[in-house]
């Protein structure tokens, strides 16, 4: 059963504009949400992070939006850089331990 | 501080066979999950362990099945392999016994190819 869903596996954005990735879920269980970015031949590295009990969460040009009504979350990126390029994932955590993921969204930053 | 590593890196194996895959932790973590990740799928849980206990478990068959060690080394095994079981395996590490607070830490993988 998919969890966390993200319902766009790819996004195309213009170098220096701004990169929406967004995911939604289904278990109101979930209390902590984090995002991946993957490079091809890599493993998932961890890119920023959000509690539950906030609703947002900066960290230089990655800010993550959470809105717990909507069960959604999103990440934005300004601004998008070519490098940015690659596969993020969405991951939602519940009993400490369990960590689901979401399909993934292709990003490509174009020049 | 070495990473997460995964062996071997890439597997070519025929259906029915069996397959082991192994995960060395980060030094120090002792929590180690498992995921599977397929196109259109994305990253799937398979199961996370603990102290030498599977403490969580996804919705994959009993042909998944993995153990930890006292020294936190992982193993992963299938059996009777599909053509379906084709993937990417990860493995990732974490040092808390859970993974709020702290963000695991993924190996590069095993790409494993069934025919």
């Known amino acids: 059963d998919q969890q966390v869903k993200q319902n766009s596996p790819s996004l195309s954005v213009q170098e220096g504009r701004i990169s929406i990735l967004n995911c939604d879920y289904t278990?109101?269980?979930?209390?902590?949400f984090l995002w991946y970015k993957k490079y091809p031949a890599e493993g998932p590295t961890f890119l920023i992070s959000?509690?539950?009990?906030?609703d947002k969460n900066e960290d230089g040009r990655f800010t993550v939006f959470l809105n717990k009504s909507a069960k959604h979350l999103s990440l934005h990126i300004v601004p998008s850089q070519p490098g940015d390029s690659a596969v993020y994932f969405c991951a939602a955590v519940y009993n400490n331990n369990d960590m689901r993921f979401g399909a993934g969204t292709r990003l490509t930053v174009k020049p | 501080k070495a990473g997460v590593t995964q062996t071997p890196r890439y597997l070519i194996k025929t259906r029915g066979q069996q397959v082991t895959l192994s995960c060395s932790p980060i030094s120090g973590h002792r929590s180690v999950s498992w995921y599977q990740q397929t196109p259109g799928q994305g990253l799937q849980f398979l199961f996370e362990?603990?102290?030498?206990?599977?403490?969580n478990k996804g919705n994959f068959p009993g042909r998944f099945s993995g153990r930890q060690f006292s020294n936190s080394r992982s193993e992963m095994n299938v059996s009777t392999l599909e053509l379906g079981d084709s993937a990417l395996y990860l493995c990732?590490?974490?040092?808390?016994?859970?993974?709020?607070?702290?963000?695991?830490?993924f190996g590069q993988g095993t790409r494993l190819t069934v025919v």
């Open positions: 362990y603990f102290s030498e206990t599977q403490r």
């Open positions: 990732a590490s974490s040092l808390y016994k859970g993974l709020v607070d702290t963000e695991a830490f």
């Open positions: 278990n109101s269980m979930f209390d902590y």
């Open positions: 959000i509690s539950s009990i906030k």
